[in-house]
């Protein structure tokens, strides 16, 4: 059983950093592609980042310069590191084992 729990999130003030993590359980962690969505206030689950087995990675336009993504296959942990945080940003941050499980969701504030 797969399975993906995330941690890191919270409140921030504009211009402010958060890690968010992610442990998956179960599986062939190692072999997964890993990516972080996110559900901001009126619009649809996005993508933001992703992660393949190889360690290449991409991150979305509107995150470039801000946002960077990694992993660590002996922990089996995903990050994604948050820097110059915009209100914009605000909203549910999902992380996703591609083909295999998502994870409930870390709210993600950034209010002054």
């Known amino acids: 059983q797969v399975q993906v729990v995330e941690s890191g999130g919270g409140l921030v003030q504009p211009g402010g950093s958060l890690r968010l993590s992610c442990v998956l359980s179960?599986?062939?962690?190692?072999?997964?592609?890993m990516g972080w969505y996110r559900q901001t206030p009126g619009h649809q689950r996005e993508p933001v980042a992703h992660i393949l087995s190889s360690g290449a990675s991409d991150v979305k336009d509107f995150a470039k310069g801000r946002f960077f993504i990694s992993r660590d296959n002996t922990k089996r942990r995903v990050d994604l590191k948050m820097n110059s945080l915009k209100p914009e940003d605000t909203g549910v941050y999902y992380c996703?084992?591609?083909?295999?499980?998502w994870g409930q969701g870390t709210q993600v504030t950034v209010s002054s």
């Open positions: 996703n084992a591609f083909g295999h499980a």
């Open positions: 179960g599986g062939q962690f190692e072999r997964y592609t």
